[in-house]
C-alpha cells in the first residue's frame, strides 16, 4: 500500500548510488532481498527462496536477512502454540525460504573454502566496530575535512539501526527484522 517513490530512497542512498557507478553486485542484492521478502509476504515460497538465493550468492550479508526470515517465522509459530498444528503450518511454509538459500551458501562457502585454501576476501573476524574506529581516526588524520563527513554518515547508520531496533518493541513482522539487518 506504500507509494512506489518510496523505491527512490533505496535508489537515491549514497551506498547504493556508489555500488551502481562501480559494480551492480549490491544493487542485485537488494533487489533479490526486498523480492524475497515482497514474494515471502504473498504466500509464494519457492520464488521467495529463489530471490533469496540470489541476493545471498551475491553478497554474503544478505545471509543477515534469511535468518531475520527464520527468525520471524519462529515468532510467528511461538505466537500461535496454542493453536493445534501452528508449527507444522509455520515450518512447512517456511523451510524452502530458509534453508534453500542457507544450503546453497553454505555449499558455495564450502566450495571457495576447498578451492582456495579458506576464506577469500574480507577483513577477517574482528571485534564489532573495531574496523570502524580506524577507518575514523584515518580518515581525521588523512582528510580533516571529509573525516566530519565520514563521522556524519556513520552517525547516521549508527541511527538507523537503532531506530530499526526500537521498531522492533512493535509487532513483529519481516520488515522489522529485515531493517535490523540490513541497518
Do not use: H
Request: charged share 10%.
Amino acid at each position: 500500500g506504500w507509494s512506489t517513490l518510496w523505491a527512490l530512497v533505496i535508489a537515491l542512498m549514497p551506498g547504493m548510488l556508489l555500488a551502481t557507478e562501480r559494480d551492480l553486485s549490491d544493487p542485485l542484492a537488494i533487489a533479490s532481498i526486498l523480492a524475497g521478502f515482497l514474494l515471502w509476504r504473498s504466500g509464494r515460497r519457492w520464488s521467495a527462496a529463489l530471490a533469496m538465493t540470489v541476493a545471498v550468492l551475491t553478497r554474503e550479508v544478505m545471509m543477515l536477512a534469511v535468518v531475520a526470515l527464520a527468525a520471524e517465522a519462529g515468532i510467528q509459530a511461538w505466537r500461535a502454540r496454542g493453536v493445534s498444528g501452528a508449527w507444522r503450518r509455520t515450518a512447512s511454509r517456511a523451510w524452502p525460504v530458509i534453508l534453500v538459500p542457507s544450503a546453497v551458501f553454505a555449499i558455495w562457502q564450502a566450495y571457495i573454502s576447498a578451492r582456495y585454501g579458506g576464506p577469500v576476501g574480507g577483513a577477517g573476524i574482528s571485534l564489532p566496530l573495531v574496523n570502524l574506529i580506524q577507518e575514523l581516526k584515518g580518515s581525521f588524520q588523512t582528510y580533516p575535512p571529509l573525516g566530519a563527513w565520514d563521522l556524519v554518515y556513520v552517525l547516521l547508520i549508527l541511527a538507523a539501526a537503532v531506530a530499526a531496533l526500537l521498531s522492533l518493541r512493535q509487532r513483529v513482522t519481516i520488515t522489522t527484522p529485515g531493517a535490523c539487518a540490513l541497518a
